[in-house]
């Protein structure tokens, strides 16, 4: 059989996988026309997408992380190719946007999705000229420690965000600012927060459990500064999803924009690409990438509504 041209984009660190190589094979006997093209320096991978649209692919898979696949997606939406599809071989440490698609771990079984599957138009996300595909996390990063309770780990995205690291650091300081969103205009100190188009961070630490990539908003998620004495109240509060969207600490909203102003850069990660602005606008971008995904997969609307 004959099937439209599909180009791997192969983190090149990965590229000696032999597991890699046997499902790229195995693929390829199946009758697909899968070309592997992989990485070596910084801006491969924008070079390579712009090189696979003027070659007429129609279909690329992203062979690596959640950097990866991010890389791709900035790419698309940079040069305005979200007419190509998007596939995931999930190559990284932690996975987190391919794991909560349920999308396979296993090589073979992955690029057997990635080039036979059905596309879905799914949201994306900008914080200012770059993007992101899964989540966009702000605020101070510290190791986990044995008394990191784990409902923190749950919530901060296994240790990448701690607020017992945070309180024990030397000189902490919240980052103070301006949030914007839904028209509301509020003062705050903010310890760490997390801008969701996924549902997991860290490893496969649900930061956001109920969100979806397909329903044209984000979940937003931050908490406000707090005293040593105030972190049984914020455990509570990060417990008890039933206060509602605003409590002591604690925040949650589902937004479609939300702007950040401060006199200081604040530290944020988009999927792995950092950036420390002290100003930022961070939009869904609305059906914005055509993604593989298995049928029924938990993360789309479309497939779970009541």
């Known amino acids: 059989m004959v099937k439209n041209v599909i180009r791997l984009i192969l983190n090149g660190k990965k590229a000696g996988l032999e597991s890699v190589r046997e499902a790229v094979y195995a693929i390829r006997e199946k009758g697909y026309d899968l070309q592997v093209r992989s990485t070596w320096e910084e801006g491969d991978v924008d070079r390579l997408v712009r090189e696979a649209a003027k070659q007429g692919v129609t279909r690329i ?14 790419a698309l939406l940079k040069h305005n190719l979200n007419h190509i599809e998007l596939s995931v071989l999930p190559l990284g440490t932690a996975n987190d946007f391919a794991t909560a698609c349920e999308i396979p771990i296993e090589p073979f079984d992955a690029l057997n999705l990635a080039v036979s599957g059905q596309s879905y138009w799914v949201d994306a996300g900008s914080a ?8 966009a996390t702000a605020g101070f990063g510290a190791q986990v420690t044995a008394t990191t309770p784990v409902v923190l780990k749950n919530f901060l995205g296994g240790g990448a965000y701690t607020l017992s690291g945070l309180v024990q650091a030397i000189n902490f300081q919240p980052f103070p600012g301006t949030v914007i969103h839904d028209d509301k205009v509020k003062l705050a100190n903010v310890v760490v927060g997390a ?27 931050f908490i406000e500064g707090f005293n040593t004495s105030d972190i049984p109240t914020v455990l509570e509060e990060l417990q008890e999803l039933q206060k509602g969207p605003d409590t002591q600490f604690v925040h949650r909203h589902s937004i479609r924009t939300i702007e950040w102003h401060s006199e200081e850069s604040m530290p944020i990660n988009l999927d792995g690409e950092p950036m420390s602005p002290q100003n930022v606008v961070i939009k869904v971008l609305p059906s914005s990438i055509k993604l593989v995904l298995p049928e029924h997969t938990p993360v789309l609307l479309k ?4």
């Open 303 to 306: 497939w779970n509504k009541a």
């Open 195 to 221: 801008v969701c188009n996924g549902r997991t961070a860290g490893g496969g630490q649900p930061l956001a459990p109920k969100a979806y990539i397909d329903d044209g908003v984000f979940d937003l998620f």
């Open 128 to 135: 200012n000229e770059h993007f992101f595909m899964n989540v």
């Open 61 to 74: 898979v992203a062979g690596g992380g959640d950097g990866t696949v991010n890389e791709v997606v900035s």
